[in-house]
């Protein structure tokens, strides 16, 4: 084979897999996050929502909760691969007080809109070392959609 028909060969199979392959720019990690002061012993019913509407492309998502920058991993639910459809969803993500110092509930949930809610729980996610007479810290807490790319 001679070198310029290799040349040619070696650009039309670059050229065919980069119009099979997403471009990147197209599957970026979405967020859905939060930085505010959370109480460490509130009211019973002192919850904190956060809600986004989001158009997705078809396509497989690691969806995974995190606080403070650390992605949760709570008995297999967090994170967790998903399949989406691509079409607009209402994405929620909310902290409810888990009844203990420092404990709370993380629960994330995409609605198409069609009674096709998926949700990810996470219970008793903890705050480590919360200063001795603290009532309050700053927390950045949140969901995360990332594209698994194959």
Same mark, same amino acid.
């Given at each position: 084979?001679? !070198?310029?028909?290799?040349? +040619?060969?070696?650009? =039309?199979? *670059?050229?065919?897999?980069? =119009?099979?392959?997403?471009? %990147?720019?197209? @599957?970026? $990690?979405? !967020?859905?996050?939060?930085?505010? #002061?959370? =109480? &460490?012993? #509130?009211? #019973?019913?002192?919850?904190?929502?956060?809600?986004?509407?989001?158009?997705?492309?078809? @396509?497989?998502?690691?969806?995974?909760?995190?606080?403070?920058?650390? /992605?949760?991993? @709570?008995?297999?639910?967090?994170?967790?691969?998903? @399949?989406? +459809?691509?079409? $607009?969803? $209402?994405?929620? &993500?909310?902290?409810?007080?888990?009844?203990? !110092?420092? *404990?709370?509930?993380?629960?994330?949930?995409?609605?198409?809109?069609?009674?096709? +809610? %998926? /949700?990810?729980?996470?219970?008793? &996610?903890?705050?480590?070392? *919360?200063?001795?007479?603290? $009532?309050?810290?700053? *927390?950045?807490?949140?969901?995360?959609? +990332?594209?698994?790319? =194959?």
């Amino acid at each position: 084979m001679n !070198k310029r028909f290799r040349i +040619v060969l070696g650009a =039309a199979i *670059v050229a065919g897999l980069m =119009a099979v392959a997403p471009s %990147a720019s197209a @599957y970026s $990690t979405a !967020k859905l996050e939060r930085s505010q #002061p959370i =109480a &460490v012993y #509130p009211a #019973p019913d002192a919850n904190t929502c956060q809600t986004r509407t989001i158009t997705l492309a078809g @396509y497989w998502y690691e969806w995974r909760n995190f606080m403070q920058g650390q /992605t949760i991993n @709570y008995n297999g639910q967090s994170p967790r691969d998903i @399949y989406l +459809v691509g079409d $607009t969803y $209402t994405w929620k &993500v909310c902290l409810y007080y888990g009844g203990t !110092k420092g *404990v709370y509930d993380e629960f994330s949930y995409l609605d198409r809109g069609n009674s096709n +809610v %998926a /949700t990810l729980d996470d219970p008793d &996610v903890f705050f480590d070392n *919360v200063p001795e007479g603290a $009532t309050a810290l700053t *927390v950045d807490w949140g969901s995360q959609l +990332v594209p698994l790319h =194959a």
